[in-house]
């Protein structure tokens, strides 16, 4: 099961997507760790690919990095991937990045990798945004 879960993170970079998604918001990994109660070292060693993440840690991180934590735990692989549930996943992502329709439903045609990854991109799309504005 690890090395299976370890393959996912690789697959999607989810140490990649949180760094991404801390630098863009801006945070230090100091401000990440005091707000998440996760230790600098962790979130470090995450954000390298040297540790996978665990669902406890990606709950207390999604807060501060902005992220819904379901949107998180589907990214980083620990949604059930039966055909339902991502559906599901994917529409509620949808409505919280507010996809247009057409998009949305070519996105729905896409492996769930995929789906993720792109999901990944424009949740920081979506907080990049934000922060220049």
């Known amino acids: 099961m690890y090395i299976v879960l370890m393959e996912l993170q690789a697959d999607i970079g989810i140490g990649k997507l949180i760094k991404q998604r801390r630098v863009s918001i801006p945070l ?50 620990f949604i059930s991937h039966s055909s339902n549930d991502v559906g599901n996943a994917i529409s509620k992502v949808n409505d919280n990045l507010k996809i247009d329709p057409f998009v949305a439903s070519v996105l729905s045609k896409e492996p769930v990798e995929v789906q993720r990854a792109v999901i990944g991109i424009l949740s920081l799309l979506k907080i990049i945004g934000r922060t220049t504005k």
């Open 28 to 77: 230090t990994l100091i401000e990440l760790s005091r707000t998440s109660g996760v230790s600098q070292s962790h979130i470090g060693r995450i954000e390298r690919g040297e540790r996978l993440p665990s669902a406890h840690t990606l709950r207390k991180i999604a807060k501060p990095l902005g992220f819904i934590e379901e949107d998180l735990f589907m990214i980083a692989g």
